[in-house]
């Protein structure tokens, strides 16, 4: 163990609050019985009790939810097919092209790709509503849904597959009893990272988006900009512990994937021993 | 040592094969010219790219063999193995299996079942789902995959662990697991990858005489690449001893040590000293060698075809040079030296002795007897003595 020392603490201690204390306050803010933001009137779940009533938020939240359900499901198809082409097919003509191609979304500025979708859907004359955006957030988390399973499928050997259809599985056979079970903990997070980050998106579906589309995160932001009211804080409150929930499940399957991976692996070492 | 008398009197036959002390059994299908082999590379080439990984190669392998692919890791041998099971299509030639043509055919079409080097196992499945996993592909009936498992579990004693996960075993454990499930489909050919290369010496030895029983109960064709030349002499009918993407021989186990046909094989399989010299003269079947200015030469049976004034080397097998204090009186084959090392290992005695234009010879002796009067030691004068046929004589 490591001697405790007032410096590490410290800075730790600012790191947190510097993060977490605007969000500390907006959650307890959602708890304010007083009808201004910034006035303290006491606790209440009043403002969440008006949520339930307002039929805009809540059928933004719905459209939300929705999108966010087939999009991270798409993204997630995808991204697992790309992960498999990258590892598997080994090397093919254009491959450092592809896999540059999957990639570039992460680092690309989310306005360009908001724009991007925008005037494609124009070109193609698409009416922009529920699925322009579903298309687009399907496309900017599949890399990241492709990066997840990637990074499981480099660790996983090979030969395991040779194995199944060595003993009469086809591809097909081979990939949903052997590959599909052995990948699904990194499937899963991945479905979980795509569906936190398309629930939380507002660049790209403010491009994508079209009439009768509203997501949770535009209609909060236009409602800001008329000035805050507590309801806003109450349903950022539910925003944020369902984004918490997302990525801790996803960091704890990745995590016990990995870990019993790694008993796996030391099972084997032992057995080499 | 029955041989220990020289028989100059009656010559050997060059055309004769060479009488060996290794164990002969009477299985010899390839011997046979009536029996058709079960598996047949026809002029298999492989090429990755601009690398040359099988060269021509063509071997026929029969019924009940346990045939051995032994070489340095990158000779090519587990590229032999993986055409056979369809993981890689040869650049040309063919494969046949039983007669038919399977070059074309997907591995999940191919009659031969493969235990992989890594064993691959599948962790999601138990003991018992991996070893059924094969049969159920093939559309078996629940109740007979059971029996047949059952079966398999009890041949390889894994009946505890059924139930068990892969990583809840032992190496040992898995390792019988892999072997199960290969065999469980009853194939034609199991095709082994260096299949004890996980396991600890002493644990890789008992695995060896335990495939070698379930290779003879299952009266199945064996084919093991390895790297371990004592492993593919332990377990195998034949080997096939590979460099560089090519056979350089393929022979039993006894010959391949007895009657190595280069250089390269005699180094391979186990400790070999080697001369270079110069035949000067062959007369009844034996080759006069020269191995340099002042030195008495040597006397051994002349392989085929070889001719006067050819560069050769005479490869001797430290067990077969006798050392002693004095001087033999058989004086064909005797050359002095000075012991420069002794290795002790009980039951026998490595020597090194450097000769007098400073060769080493290494030389081996068993140590019969519990008292000896006066050991061979350090810095003793030695005479080195063998008989004519002991020494191979190869070119190449």
Same mark, same amino acid.
């Given at each position: 163990?490591?001697?405790?020392?007032?410096?590490?603490?410290?800075?730790?201690?600012?790191?947190?609050?510097?993060?977490?204390?605007p969000?500390?306050?907006?959650v307890?803010?959602?708890?304010?019985?007083?009808?201004?933001?910034?006035?303290?009137?006491?606790?209440?779940?009043?403002?969440?009790?008006?949520?339930?009533?307002?039929?805009?938020?809540?059928?933004?939240?719905?459209?939300?939810?929705?999108?966010?359900?087939?999009?991270?499901t798409?993204?997630?198809?995808?991204?697992?097919?790309?992960?498999?082409v990258?590892?598997?097919?080994?090397? #093919?003509?254009?491959?450092?092209?592809?896999?540059?191609?999957?990639?570039?979304?992460?680092?690309?500025?989310?306005?360009?790709?908001?724009?991007?979708?925008?005037?494609?859907?124009?070109?193609?004359?698409?009416?922009?509503?529920?699925?322009?955006v579903?298309?687009?957030?399907?496309?900017?988390?599949?890399?990241?849904?492709?990066?997840?399973?990637?990074?499981?499928?480099?660790?996983?050997?090979?030969?395991?597959?040779?194995?199944?259809?060595?003993?009469?599985?086809?591809?097909?056979?081979?990939?949903?009893?052997?590959?599909?079970?052995?990948?699904?903990?990194?499937?899963?997070?991945?479905?979980?990272?795509?569906?936190?980050?398309?629930?939380?998106?507002?660049?790209?579906?403010?491009?994508?988006?079209?009439?009768?589309?509203?997501?949770?995160?535009m209609?909060?932001?236009?409602?800001v900009?008329?000035?805050?009211?507590?309801?806003?804080?109450?349903?950022?409150?539910?925003?944020?512990?369902?984004?918490?929930?997302?990525?801790?499940?996803?960091?704890?399957?990745?995590?016990?994937?990995?870990?019993?991976?790694?008993?796996?692996?030391?099972?084997?070492?032992?057995?080499?021993? | 040592?029955?041989?220990?008398?020289?028989?100059?009197?009656?010559?050997?036959?060059?055309?004769?094969?060479?009488?060996?002390?290794?164990?002969?059994?009477?299985?010899?299908?390839?011997?046979?010219?009536?029996k058709?082999?079960?598996?047949?590379?026809?002029?298999?080439?492989?090429? #990755?790219g601009?690398?040359?990984?099988?060269?021509?190669?063509?071997?026929?392998?029969?019924?009940?063999?346990?045939?051995?692919?032994?070489?340095?890791?990158?000779?090519?041998?587990?590229?032999?193995?993986?055409?056979?099971?369809?993981?890689?299509?040869?650049?040309?030639?063919?494969?046949?299996?039983?007669?038919?043509?399977?070059?074309?055919?997907?591995?999940?079409?191919?009659?031969?079942?493969?235990?992989?080097?890594?064993?691959?196992?599948f962790?999601?499945?138990?003991?018992?789902?991996?070893?059924?996993?094969?049969?159920?592909?093939?559309?078996?009936?629940?109740?007979?995959?059971?029996?047949?498992?059952?079966?398999?579990?009890?041949?390889?004693e894994?009946?505890?662990?059924?139930?068990?996960?892969?990583?809840?075993?032992?190496?040992?454990?898995?390792?019988?697991?892999?072997?199960?499930?290969?065999?469980?489909?009853?194939?034609?050919?199991?095709?082994?990858?260096?299949?004890?290369?996980?396991?600890?010496?002493?644990?890789?030895?008992?695995?060896? #005489?335990?495939?070698?029983?379930?290779?003879?109960?299952?009266?199945?064709?064996?084919?093991?690449?390895?790297?371990?030349?004592?492993?593919?002499?332990?377990?195998?009918?034949?080997?096939?001893?590979?460099?560089?993407?090519?056979?350089?021989?393929?022979?039993?186990?006894?010959?391949?040590?007895e009657?190595?046909?280069?250089?390269?094989?005699?180094?391979?399989?186990?400790?070999v000293n080697?001369?270079?010299?110069?035949?000067?003269?062959?007369?009844?079947? #034996?080759?006069?060698?020269?191995?340099?200015?002042?030195?008495?030469?040597?006397?051994?049976?002349?392989?085929?075809?070889?001719?006067?004034?050819?560069?050769?080397?005479?490869?001797?097998?430290?067990?077969?040079?006798?050392?002693?204090?004095?001087?033999?009186?058989?004086?064909?084959?005797?050359?002095?030296?000075?012991v420069?090392?002794?290795?002790?290992?009980?039951?026998?005695?490595?020597y090194?002795v450097?000769?007098?234009?400073?060769?080493?010879?290494?030389?081996?002796?068993?140590?019969?007897?519990?008292?000896?009067?006066?050991?061979?030691?350090?810095?003793?004068?030695?005479?080195?003595q063998?008989?004519?046929?002991?020494?191979?004589?190869?070119?190449?």
């Open positions: 163990m490591r001697r405790f020392s007032w410096f590490n603490a410290t800075s730790i201690a600012l790191g947190f609050a510097f993060l977490y204390i969000i500390l306050l907006l307890i803010y959602s708890f304010n019985d007083s009808k201004l933001v910034t006035v303290w009137g006491g606790w209440s779940t009043r403002w969440y009790g008006e949520l339930l009533q307002n039929e805009g938020i809540l059928n933004a939240a719905w459209v939300t939810l929705r999108v966010a359900i087939v999009s991270s798409l993204a997630t198809i995808l991204g697992t097919m790309a992960a498999i990258l590892v598997r097919m080994g090397r #093919f003509p254009g491959r450092t092209l592809f896999s540059g191609l999957i990639f570039a979304p992460l680092v690309m500025p989310e306005v360009i790709t908001g724009l991007s979708m925008l005037l494609l859907f124009v070109a193609m004359n698409l009416d922009r509503g529920f699925w322009t579903v298309i687009a957030h399907a496309t900017f988390s599949m890399c990241f849904a492709a990066v997840v399973v990637q990074a499981r499928l480099y660790d996983f050997d090979k030969s395991v597959e040779e194995a199944a259809m060595d003993l009469g599985a086809t591809p097909l056979d081979t990939f949903r009893q052997v590959t599909l079970p052995i990948i699904a903990p990194s499937v899963i997070s991945a479905w979980l990272l795509s569906f936190t980050l398309s629930l939380d998106d507002l660049v790209i579906a403010s491009f994508a988006t079209g009439p009768g589309a509203t997501t949770l995160p209609k909060i932001y236009s409602q900009r008329l000035g805050v009211t507590p309801e806003i804080n109450a349903v950022s409150t539910i925003m944020i512990g369902l984004v918490t929930i997302g990525v801790l499940v996803a960091s704890y399957s990745t995590k016990r994937a990995s870990e019993r991976q790694e008993r796996e692996m030391k099972a084997v070492d032992a057995g080499a021993k | 040592m029955s041989g220990a008398t020289v028989q100059s009197a009656t010559p050997a036959q060059p055309k004769s094969p060479l009488r060996t002390a290794a164990p002969q059994s009477g299985f010899a299908p390839w011997k046979d010219p009536s058709a082999p079960i598996v047949r590379f026809e002029n298999v080439v492989k090429r #990755f601009d690398f040359v990984a099988v060269k021509d190669c063509t071997l026929d392998i029969y019924e009940r063999e346990f045939f051995a692919l032994l070489g340095p890791s990158g000779c090519g041998k587990t590229t032999l193995l993986r055409m056979l099971a369809g993981f890689e299509k040869p650049t040309s030639g063919r494969i046949l299996v039983a007669g038919q043509d399977i070059t074309e055919l997907a591995p999940y079409e191919r009659p031969v079942n493969m235990m992989f080097q890594s064993y691959a196992l962790p999601h499945m138990t003991v018992e789902q991996n070893i059924g996993f094969g049969l159920r592909q093939d559309g078996m009936p629940k109740d007979q995959i059971a029996t047949r498992v059952d079966e398999v579990m009890a041949l390889l894994l009946g505890r662990f059924g139930k068990r996960k892969p990583h809840q075993l032992s190496g040992g454990q898995q390792q019988r697991v892999a072997l199960a499930r290969a065999i469980a489909k009853k194939p034609r050919i199991v095709l082994l990858d260096e299949p004890l290369g996980a396991l600890d010496k002493r644990l890789r030895q008992t695995a060896q #005489f335990e495939l070698m029983g379930i290779q003879e109960r299952t009266g199945t064709t064996f084919i093991i690449v390895t790297h371990d030349q004592e492993e593919a002499m332990t377990v195998s009918s034949r080997i096939a001893v590979m460099d560089h993407g090519e056979f350089v021989q393929i022979a039993t186990p006894g010959d391949i040590y009657a190595p046909n280069s250089r390269y094989v005699a180094n391979f399989i186990g400790d080697l001369f270079e010299g110069k035949v000067v003269s062959i007369s009844g079947g #034996f080759a006069e060698i020269d191995w340099g200015p002042g030195l008495a030469r040597f006397k051994s049976v002349a392989p085929e075809g070889c001719t006067g004034d050819q560069q050769v080397w005479l490869a001797l097998r430290p067990e077969k040079i006798h050392i002693d204090l004095d001087k033999p009186t058989d004086t064909s084959n005797t050359i002095p030296g000075k420069v090392d002794v290795g002790y290992l009980g039951s026998i005695s490595h090194h450097e000769l007098a234009n400073g060769q080493r010879v290494k030389a081996l002796r068993t140590n019969s007897s519990r008292t000896v009067d006066r050991p061979i030691s350090w810095e003793d004068k030695v005479w080195l063998w008989p004519a046929e002991t020494g191979i004589v190869l070119t190449r």
